[in-house]
């Protein structure tokens, strides 16, 4: 409708905006290689080599060559952003180290045995033997035979580093010794095998009355001895001296002879009323002493009365 006078009408604008496309690029790559620090040269052959358009990410796939590993601080990447030109990315290994266990081998024996240096020969049925893998350290368990003792310089091993071949191991021995001693337990001189160790010395009084009947007196002294004898063969080493025994009597003591009337007493023949006190010793031999008695009376009889 027009108006009855002139109007001007202002309408608003605004830009308006456009998609412009960039113009394609080309693609730009990243190759990985491998240097071998150890040996200080490029490990040949696993170059790795990615494609792609420049600002965009992609995927990397790279794996550690065999025999290496990693040197110190270094990774591996699983994705690059493309660059703007083609790059080249090193990354330094180390050899790697591996355990190699050795090829089981067949086991060896050390074989311990018995030398008896005293009798100059082997002691039979004690050898001990130990089997095990060559260069393994295995428990040996030994005891010295019964009655022996090691012999000077030698020694019971606890423990054997196995040989790559089979030895025998010869331990030197001694027959052991032993002192008994008279009041040990057990020791009696009743006993055959401790009655060398005791000694009684007897002074044996007979008093032979005139009425034929006999009294007899024993006086004893007790010696005893220690002795020393081979465990082994069980025969004396050596024997202690004699002593006078525990409770014994020092000596054979006084003895005085019953005094009969009418009759005078005779100690082995000579006149005497005692049979005097004697010293002994373990070398002292046992003695009878005879007492005999005579008719005091002068009838011409002068034998003693037995």
Avoid: C
């Avoid at 030197?172 to 032993?178: D, E, G, I, R």
């Avoid at 005579?294 to 003693?304: A, F, L």
Wanted: glycine share 6%; net charge negative; charged share 25%.
């Amino acid at each position: 409708m027009m108006p009855n006078a002139n109007e001007t009408i202002t309408i608003n604008l605004v830009h308006a905006t456009k998609d412009i496309k960039p113009t394609p690029t080309e693609d730009t790559t990243v190759t990985y290689t491998f240097y071998d620090e150890t040996d200080k040269k490029p490990v040949e052959g696993h170059d790795v080599t990615v494609t792609g358009q420049p600002g965009t990410d992609q995927k990397v796939n790279l794996t550690t060559p065999e025999g290496y590993k990693l040197a110190e601080g270094q990774t591996l990447p699983t994705s690059v952003m493309m660059p703007n030109a083609n790059e080249t990315i090193t990354i330094n290994l180390v050899h790697a180290t591996k355990d190699i266990k050795p090829t089981p081998t067949e086991d060896t024996t050390v074989t311990y045995t018995f030398y008896d240096e005293t009798d100059k020969k082997p002691v039979e049925g004690h050898d001990v033997t130990v089997t095990g893998q060559p260069g393994t350290d295995q428990k040996v368990n030994l005891t010295t035979p019964e009655g022996y003792k090691l012999a000077e310089g030698q020694t019971l091993p606890t423990s054997v580093m196995m040989p790559n071949a089979n030895e025998t191991i010869t331990i030197n021995l001694v027959h052991a010794t032993k002192d008994i001693k008279p009041n040990d337990p057990g020791v009696n001189p009743s006993d055959p095998v401790y009655a060398d160790m005791f000694k009684t010395v007897t002074r044996t009084i007979k008093v032979n009355n005139p009425d034929r009947m006999v009294d007899t007196t024993t006086q004893q002294v007790n010696f005893n001895r220690t002795k020393t004898i081979d465990e082994v063969t069980d025969e004396v080493i050596s024997y202690g001296n004699w002593t006078l025994a525990t409770d014994s009597a020092k000596d054979w003591g006084q003895f005085n002879v019953p005094q009969l009337d009418g009759f005078i007493s005779y100690v082995d023949g000579n006149a005497a009323k005692e049979v005097a006190e004697e010293n002994v010793t373990a070398d002292t031999a046992d003695v009878t002493v005879e007492v005999t008695y005579k008719n005091s009376g002068n009838n011409g009889n002068n034998t003693p009365w037995r």
